[in-house]
């Protein structure tokens, strides 16, 4: 087994292109999170979107986040989308996963190694509570927006891709 890290190369994805680090990294010299997200369309065409607060610049994401360590993806992404959204919901099938790695030098916090991001995307649907905003998380604001409006929004990568995987049903 290798651990260097071998020159970066490129590859598509339906968020955009993605800088792949190398394939020979030993997945012991990466840190890797789960994230489990949901996509709810509503009758109205409209997409339920919470707004990403940690980057420089605000952005648009799919409700949900990191998978706790007794957590399943299922039970992460339940409780993330009520404490993000307020609404409690029901999942109804996995649309895919989507992955993508940011290198040391990208990284948020803390810097130092590459990340791999394995984000679990669920179709759901809501069956209880109010829409509200989080307060003191990593969104601010979640919102209904109309699906034709969601390509002029300033967003990440994962809105895209969730919206492929509906459109698809092929995993990212």
């Known amino acids: 087994m290798s651990n260097g890290t071998g020159p970066a190369r490129l590859r598509d994805t339906p968020g955009g292109v993605t800088r792949v680090l190398s394939c020979t990294v030993d997945f012991r010299d990466y840190d890797t999170r789960l994230a489990a997200y949901a996509l709810i369309v509503d009758d109205q065409e409209r997409v339920l979107l919470a707004r990403w607060n940690e980057g420089s610049e605000p952005q648009w994401t799919m409700p949900g986040g990191g998978v706790e360590l007794d957590e ?7 409780r993330e989308l009520r404490e993000e959204t307020g609404y409690d919901v029901d999942l109804l099938q996995v649309l895919g996963v989507d992955t993508f790695l940011v290198p040391a030098e990208d990284r948020i916090e803390p810097p130092g190694r590459p990340l791999k991001s394995v984000r679990v995307v669920y179709e759901a649907r809501i069956v209880g ?13 979640a919102r209904w927006v109309p699906l034709s409006e969601v390509s002029s929004l300033r967003r990440v990568s994962l809105v895209d891709a969730a919206l492929a995987l509906r459109e698809s049903g092929v995993q990212v």
């Open 72 to 78: 399943t993806p299922a039970e992460g992404a339940v």
């Open 129 to 141: 509570g109010e829409l509200r905003h989080e307060e003191n998380g990593t969104t601010d604001e």
